[in-house]
């Protein structure tokens, strides 16, 4: 990554040489579990979930990754919008989230089925430490955003996300509305 000065905004993050990642809902379709208001949206239109605005890592693993993530409001169905969710392969690999505007939640999950739920709003800082899966989840009623900064020889694990059904709503909530079911 070159040398760089930005507001923590998203025009600025951009204008100091940011690029930007869009990911619709009909990329993300299998994250939410009420299939029929996934095809009932996507009938009408393809919402744009989340954009990531990142800053082009140089080539060598040992550089950083920064990027900041703009989450939309939205549910599907009771599902509010999230991002897809990733582990990173080498569990010595962390990530430090901030939160910038907003409210939501970093949901962390570990391979043993642990999981922990952190703030992620203006003035808190959050680590995912290597091993937990992680996923945002915007809980509020405007677009959350948040700076996020990794290693770059991060690679992220998609699968090991869904072979553990990583959780979606905050898990408080998803008690909740199975014990009502
Ligand atoms: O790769 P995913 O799961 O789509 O999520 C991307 C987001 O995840 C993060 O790693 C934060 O958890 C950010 O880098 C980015 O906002
Ligand atoms: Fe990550």
């Known amino acids: 990554m070159?040398?760089?000065t930005s507001e923590l905004s998203v025009g600025a993050y951009l204008k100091a040489g940011a690029n930007k990642t869009v990911r619709t809902l009909s990329q993300l379709?299998?994250?939410y579990s009420n299939r029929e208001e996934v095809n009932r949206i996507l009938e009408n239109e393809d919402p744009v979930l989340y954009e990531v605005f990142e800053m082009p890592p140089s080539p060598k693993e040992t550089d950083l990754l920064v990027n900041i993530t703009v989450l939309h409001a939205g549910v599907v169905g009771e599902?509010?919008?999230m991002t897809k969710g990733h582990f990173h392969q080498d569990p010595d690999t962390g990530e430090?989230?901030?939160?910038?505007?907003g409210s939501g939640i970093l949901?962390?999950?570990n391979r043993k089925g642990e999981i922990q739920e952190f703030p992620v709003e203006e003035g808190k800082v959050s680590y995912a430490a290597g091993g937990w899966g992680h996923r945002v989840i915007n809980t509020?009623?405007?677009d959350l955003h948040f700076l996020a900064i990794s290693g770059a020889n991060m690679i992220h694990d998609y699968e090991t996300a869904v072979k553990l059904n990583f959780k979606?709503?905050?898990v408080e909530n998803k008690e909740r509305i199975s014990a009502n079911e």
Do not use: A, M, R
């Not at 430090?96 to 505007?101: A, E, F, H, M």
């Open 140 to 142: 509020g009623k405007e």
């Open 79 to 81: 599902e509010p919008f």
């Open 107 to 109: 949901l962390l999950q």
């Open 29 to 31: 379709k299998d994250l």
């Open 96 to 101: 430090v989230v901030i939160g910038l505007k």
């Open 2 to 4: 070159k040398n760089f």
């Open 168 to 170: 979606s709503l905050p």
